[in-house]
């Protein structure tokens, strides 16, 4: 039994990586594939991105976004912790260099956000995939998205990958 539980879900990933191919680049330049220096694997972090990209893109059917905002939408979700890795090594460094980790934070958001524009993904997919976590500046653009009394379909995206 859990010999096919692993088979299916080791289809269901294969299919998910072929869909999202840049997605997948992404994620191994920024060596999530590798263990790390305790033997520890990162792919749980590609497999949950993966995952959001599929739930978004039902979530985005369910609410008749546009094909091209629910292709954009589950792209952006399979992106959003592309960085991971990196992100916690750099808050890691932040602290053991005497810091409280914001910097590191800081400094791993603002390298994301490069790394995206320099593979050219589109301004809607980098404010998308920059909806996600619990930073400061993402929580107060979703208050004010709340504030509207009609979001757009790409505010409403927003919330999508947010949650």
Same mark, same amino acid.
């Given at each position: 039994?859990?010999? &096919?539980i692993d088979k299916a879900k080791q289809l269901l990933f294969a299919r998910f990586r072929a869909q999202?191919?840049? #997605? /997948? @680049? %992404?994620?191994? $330049?920024?060596?999530?594939?590798? %263990?790390?220096?305790?033997?520890?694997?990162?792919?749980? #972090?590609?497999?949950?991105?993966l995952i959001e990209a599929a739930r978004v893109e039902l979530l985005a059917?369910?609410?008749?976004?546009? &094909?091209? %905002?629910?292709n954009d939408l589950a792209l952006a979700a399979g992106l959003h912790d592309f960085n991971k890795r990196f992100e /916690?090594?750099? /808050?890691? &460094?932040? /602290? &053991?260099?005497?810091?409280? !980790?914001?910097?590191?934070?800081? $400094?791993?958001? @603002?390298?994301?956000t490069k790394e995206l524009k320099q593979?050219?993904?589109?301004?809607? #997919?980098i404010r998308l995939a920059?909806?996600? !976590?619990?930073?400061a500046e993402n929580l107060f653009a979703l208050d004010a998205i709340l504030a509207q009394t009609q979001p757009s379909e790409d505010d409403l995206a927003c919330f999508v990958l947010y949650y």
């Open positions: 039994m859990i010999e &096919a999202l191919p840049e #997605v /997948i @680049e %992404l994620h191994r $330049q920024f060596r999530l594939f590798e %263990l790390d220096a305790d033997g520890r694997s990162w792919e749980n #972090v590609s497999e949950h991105c059917q369910w609410l008749n976004f546009s &094909a091209e %905002l629910k /916690i090594e750099t /808050i890691d &460094a932040d /602290i &053991a260099a005497g810091g409280s !980790g914001i910097a590191g934070y800081d $400094q791993a958001s @603002e390298t994301a593979h050219s993904f589109s301004d809607r #997919v920059n909806s996600a !976590g619990g930073r």
